[in-house]
């Protein structure tokens, strides 16, 4: 059995499979090393919080192998709870405590020793910003308060790995970068591995060191978010017609250089790029058959971009993410801790 230090996962060939339904994980290998923050994405129902649900001890493989901190999760459960801190999407908390409450009473039940505990919930309290908030009921505790309450739970025994199933689901900008923040910081400190199923692609490309991307149970693509994005290689034109009674044969034109994209907008046009071309191959195209632009952009390949390569199909948390609206100046650092 492994001994203590070991923040690794590893698992072969795991498989979930319920009564009367499809493979929720169908075969899938991974390997996470030590003091890595690890993206996994996927759209709803593609396996992600099955697979944390496997790797956490909470749900037996049908099959498979998965060794969590050098432990099997079913031969040596107790060790791997031991070892790992959970957040998951559902945050169980008494709306009737305060937050101090709940984590003296994850102290205690973590075994932490009584004269450590106080100091502890302090420490805690402060590290996820609610300091201020400590002796208020939870009940009275926006979304994202919770959610940070729940990531310092889920910290209180200082964890060599933790398992964060969509955290930032629901969260304003603010929230959701302040916990960006906390993540970061719990790998640049304190060495911990981190794994994070997230909808949405910024998190992923901002935050994580390797990306998996599961779809019906299986892994289809897996690599750091830049080789990922150079796997598409290719820019996309996307234009906005001046008149909406254009689109059809701007779309025609934007053909001519490229294969057509999903639009974000009604009246859009988009084509990913052929190889040989360029946006001023496009304008000069479209000007020669007279036909007028309000806007026209070139984007570099966006991790939306590997996920519709690689699946057919957007990522449910992609338009969500991008059309929120960005943080107040006071949270800009944020985005600067976080960036590597």
Do not use: C
């Not at 990306?211 to 978010?225: K, L, Q, S």
């Not at 689109?247 to 907008?265: C, D, N, Y």
């Amino acid at each position: 059995m492994a001994g203590s230090g070991d923040n690794s996962i590893v698992v072969e060939r795991l498989v979930r499979e319920f009564r009367k339904g499809p493979r929720a994980v169908d075969g899938i290998d991974l390997h996470v090393e030590p003091g890595e923050i690890y993206g996994f994405l996927g759209p709803n129902g593609a396996g992600k919080s099955t697979t944390v649900l496997m790797l956490t001890t909470l749900l037996p493989p049908t099959s498979g192998m998965a060794r969590v901190a050098g432990f099997d999760v079913v031969k040596h459960g107790p060790q791997v709870r031991r070892a790992i801190g959970a957040a998951l999407q559902e945050a169980a908390l008494d709306p009737l405590l305060t937050g101090r409450d709940h984590l003296r009473l994850q102290t205690m039940l973590q075994g932490i020793p009584r004269r450590e505990r106080p100091p502890r919930v302090d420490e805690l309290l402060e590290r996820v910003g609610l300091g201020f908030a400590a002796d208020r009921k939870v009940g009275g505790y926006s979304g994202g308060m919770k959610r940070r309450l729940d990531l310092a739970l889920a910290l209180v025994h200082r964890p060599r790995l933790i398992f964060l199933d969509e955290p930032t689901t629901g969260l304003d900008p603010q929230s959701r970068m302040a916990l960006w923040e906390e993540v970061a910081r719990l790998r640049r400190e304190d060495g911990v591995t981190v794994f994070l199923t997230t909808q949405y692609l910024e998190e992923a490309d901002v935050l994580a060191d390797r990306v998996g991307i599961i779809d019906h149970g299986r892994i289809v693509a897996e690599g750091t978010p830049t080789a990922l994005k150079a796997e598409i290689g290719r820019p996309s034109v996307h234009a906005l017609p001046a008149q909406p009674a254009d689109r059809s044969q701007i779309g025609a034109v934007l053909e001519r250089f490229g294969e057509p994209l999903p639009a974000t907008g009604e009246t859009e046009v988009a084509v990913r790029l052929a190889d040989g071309y360029s946006l001023a191959d496009v304008v000069r195209g479209l000007d020669g058959e007279g036909l007028a632009i309000a806007d026209i952009e070139l984007r570099a390949p966006t991790l939306d971009d590997v996920f519709l390569a690689k699946t057919g199909r957007s990522l449910e948390g992609s338009d969500e993410a991008a059309g929120a609206s960005q943080p107040e100046a006071e949270d800009a650092p944020i985005r600067a801790v976080v960036q590597r």
